[in-house]
């Protein structure tokens, strides 16, 4: 299955073109330039790269979140109009996930972290099995210093994984000691050639139009319109507007 894979939602922008169990090509950029003006180019040249062209693709992995708002809008909306245009499969991921990918020894616990300033983080806690990370703690956007607290009840060592785990190190350390492992190098970034090969595997989304960035906690606007609709819930706003 030609699929394309794409991983917009911090820093580094990663995409990977893949085929059945063969990663066809792959790119990651960790320059500081806008997402939205370049995504859909390197999306274009590495299609090109491999002797494709759109029509050929038959699926589009995206991760959705948690990161940065702006970042996750250029996959999630270059991999709905694709999907829409092309039609073909879209497979939504987890962004934290995605970064678990790249962890394999099995039954190891993995924690992906995005620094969301002011000691509060995205973070989650998977197991690694034979079929992928898979969750152990649910994700949350939480004060670091609470998901230690989580975290050291777990008793086990922990392989910590993101570009932003060396922000924190000391304070995971302090905590749990000689339980924390890291990891080095690119395996601290997305790798959306594993992204592709794990969303071979996956159900894609049913609805094309209700795929909206798992932003973890309420944007500006969310919080104004719930301030606005007391009573309404959590109810996705997106949706609602």
């Not at 066809?24 to 299609?47: F, G, P, S």
């Not at 079929?131 to 230690?148: A, C, S």
């Not at 924190?168 to 990891?183: D, E, I, M, S, Y």
Request: with cysteine; charged share 20%; net charge negative.
């Amino acid at each position: 299955m030609k699929t394309l894979a794409i991983d917009t939602s911090n820093r580094p922008l990663s995409v990977a073109v893949v085929d059945g169990e063969q990663v066809l090509a792959t790119t990651t950029i960790t320059t500081q330039r806008k997402h939205a003006a370049y995504a859909m180019d390197e999306v274009a040249r590495l299609v090109k790269l491999v002797n494709l062209t759109p029509a050929d693709l038959e699926r589009v992995v995206i991760a959705v979140g948690p990161g940065s708002y702006t970042g996750l809008r250029v996959a999630v909306t270059i991999g709905k109009v694709l999907a829409t245009t092309l039609n073909i499969d879209l497979v939504t991921v987890s962004s934290l996930q995605t970064l678990a990918l790249n962890v394999t020894t099995e039954h190891q616990l993995v924690v992906p972290l995005f620094d969301a300033r002011n000691d509060i983080v995205f973070s989650g806690c998977y197991r690694i099995r034979k079929t992928g990370p898979r969750l152990v703690l649910p994700e949350k956007h939480i004060r670091i210093t609470d998901w230690l607290d989580q975290l050291e009840a777990l008793n086990e060592p922990i392989t910590f994984v993101g570009e932003d785990v060396d922000h924190f190190l000391p304070q995971l350390r302090a905590r749990l000691g000689h339980r924390v492992h890291t990891v080095m190098g690119m395996d601290n970034l997305p790798q959306t050639g594993q992204l592709g090969l794990y969303g071979e595997r996956l159900t894609p989304v049913i609805n094309i139009d209700q795929v909206v960035p798992n932003y973890l906690r309420l944007t500006q606007a969310e919080a104004e319109w719930q301030d606005k609709h007391p009573g309404k819930g959590s109810t996705n706003y997106v949706e609602q507007v």
